[in-house]
């Protein structure tokens, strides 16, 4: 009997914290044990369906940080604790997380691209003896976009954390502005061969990011990246996600830089 | 086993495998034609073999036969969901060669592709039987010989029709003893095209990052108008696309469908947010090109595209994939040639 993977299961809302206006992050009620960096099917039976990733786990629960942009979103966002979402997966390939025991950790997330990396900095947060250094790049568009800011209050407490944005606006602001890009050579690094580099975030950021760390010496191999693509399926079928001969929801949405910079759209 | 079948008796053996399978062949689709009052050939259910084209290369591919352009993946009220069942009869596709060539990479990527089957076209897949229209001379655009898909053994039976009454099938695989009852034996092999009129070149060693830079695909960025036909008509196709509807009357109830989804037509790449992969119509056809030619082979061992010519048949634009398979051969080699 071959099963069906389309078929999805509810997954009750525990709680919603409103990061920003339009960023909220859903704890829901499952235990799907996922790897780091997966993401999963979320919708709204008659309104439709879209791949999210996992913002952080635990046992019995998995978190979704959901911006309000499209269809599915803008009527998430109408929910309540207590009710209902529906979801399948996990679905993907993660960030390998042991290959970055014992060495120096950079973790680089733009926007959003610090959902599918928080988990990581979490767990490195709890067990800090597990790298010989971390250090924590982050940037968004302006103060007003800010996520996670009491988790980011906490990690800047034990961690070397860098934020910026890229422009201060009127807001009462007095941190870094400009590019993460430019904070990518301030990093302290003592050996270059113990660097291993997460860059996550929007394809231009990502691509600008990873050329800094390139210029300072580390290995296209000690980088990894992750795809935001159409994942309608999940499971390898659908083809919106495919990009030349991979499959994104398959291969990635993780990708070691020395496969993700041969993938042509 | 050849078998030779007059018209009533091949009817015969129809009638009594209608009785456990629909039958599906290239049939005259009337007045479905792209212009008023003209006809198409299409598939559909057969009741005689009369009503069978085999003069004329069918405009439509047989996977809509068992992988719907629309399908119904499960219907839901507020908080309960239920599949829908699927109908016991098996099902018998009349199909060319090149056809049942697709049919096998169509396999590839719903059957194997990721960690597991496709569930919808398992269920339908698993039900279907193949006869194989012998292919005495090559259609207008057919390129199966340079794809190497102008034979096939995957077949239970192949027919041959002398246009004059009279069938001659090879038969592997005898359907409920039928053939061998209701015809009659006869020294006969199924007649593969050796040989059409246009060949292609299919390129090795594809630089991905160079070609898609090429200028080639310049004159498809104007040309194209992302109609979709070319997707729709390949019988190697799987692209599909998630939808939700609901139902007028009661908007918490509905139904979770897939249909068909095209690389070239709009939106095939846009995420909510704005972001959103070849903009560019030239692009969208090299994405579509190096698919059929280059990137199936690397993960599935065989080139996608099975030289049916199906979508040069139905472009109103008059773009022709073989022809830009060829240019995208001259250009491989130019490129490697320039070093």
């Known amino acids: 009997m071959v099963k069906n993977p389309y078929l999805p299961f509810k997954a009750k809302i525990l709680d919603i914290k409103k990061q920003t206006d339009i960023d909220w992050t859903y704890r829901l009620e499952c235990s799907l044990s996922p790897e780091w960096g997966q993401f999963v099917e979320v919708s709204i039976p008659g309104v439709g369906e879209c791949p999210i990733s996992i913002s952080d786990f635990g046992d019995d629960y998995i978190e979704l940080t959901i911006r309000r942009v499209g269809k599915v979103t803008d009527v998430i966002h109408q929910l309540n604790q207590c009710d209902n979402l529906f979801i399948r997966g996990p679905y993907g390939k993660g960030f390998p997380i042991p290959d970055f025991y014992d060495k120096h950790l950079i973790i680089a997330a733009g926007g959003t691209g610090l959902a599918p990396v928080k988990s990581i900095i979490n767990h490195f947060y709890d067990h800090p003896d597990k790298l010989t250094k ?132 | ?111 194997e592709n990721g960690k597991e089957p496709d569930y919808y076209y398992h269920r339908l897949r698993s039900k279907v039987k193949f006869i194989k229209i012998d292919c005495p001379t090559s259609f207008d655009s057919c390129f199966c010989v340079s794809m190497g898909t102008n034979y096939t053994d995957n077949y239970s039976a192949s027919i041959h029709s002398d246009n004059n009454g009279l069938y001659l099938c090879d038969v592997k695989e005898d359907i409920n003893g039928l053939f061998s009852s209701y015809g009659t034996f006869a020294e006969f092999k199924p007649l593969f095209v050796e040989e059409n009129d246009f060949s292609v070149e299919v390129p090795e060693d594809i630089n991905l990052a160079t070609i898609a830079e090429h200028d080639l695909w310049q004159e498809y960025s104007s040309r194209c108008v992302a109609c979709g036909r070319c997707n729709t008509s390949c019988p190697t196709c799987s692209c599909f696309t998630v939808q939700d509807i609901f139902y007028e009357d009661n908007p918490k109830c509905g139904e979770r469908r897939r249909v068909w989804a095209s690389c070239q037509i709009d939106g095939f790449t846009d995420m909510a947010g704005g972001h959103s992969f070849r903009k560019d119509k030239g692009q969208r056809m090299r994405f579509k090109v190096m698919h059929k030619i280059n990137d199936f082979k690397k993960r599935f061992g065989m080139h996608m595209c099975v030289g049916c010519g199906r979508c040069d048949d139905v472009c109103p634009e008059y773009i022709s994939f073989s022809r830009c398979v060829n240019k995208v051969s001259a250009a491989v080699q130019g490129v490697n040639n320039d070093g």
């Open chain 1, 134 to 265: 971390f250090n924590l790049l982050i940037g968004f568009k302006t103060p007003s976009d800010f996520l996670f800011k009491d988790e980011i209050d906490k990690w800047k407490d034990n961690l070397n954390v860098t934020i910026t944005v890229d422009r201060a606006e009127n807001d009462n602001w007095d941190g870094n502005v400009g590019l993460i890009t430019n904070y990518v050579p301030k990093i302290n690094i003592f050996k270059i061969e113990n660097v291993r580099v997460v860059v996550v975030g929007p394809p231009v950021m990502m691509k600008f990011t990873v050329q800094e760390f390139i210029k300072l010496g580390v290995p296209e191999e000690n980088i990894w990246v992750s795809f935001e693509r159409k994942m309608c399926c999940g499971v390898g079928k659908c083809g919106h996600c495919k990009i030349d001969d991979t499959y994104v929801c398959l291969e990635g949405p993780v990708f070691n830089y020395t496969k993700a910079k041969k993938l042509i759209d």
């Open chain 2, 1 to 111: 086993m050849g078998y030779k079948f007059t018209t009533e008796e091949f009817n015969r053996l129809l009638s009594d495998l209608k009785k456990q399978y629909r039958v599906y062949a290239p049939v005259l689709l009337k007045g479905k034609g792209r212009f008023s009052d003209t006809d198409v050939v299409g598939y559909g259910e057969i009741q005689n073999i009369d009503d069978v084209i085999f003069t004329q290369k069918s405009y439509f591919s047989p996977k809509e036969i068992f992988y719907p352009i629309s399908e119904t993946m499960f219907y839901f009220t507020e908080d309960e969901y239920r599949e829908p069942k699927v109908e016991s009869k098996e099902i018998i596709v009349f199909l060319r060669s090149c056809d049942i060539n697709a049919v096998e990479r169509l396999d590839k990527i719903m059957l």
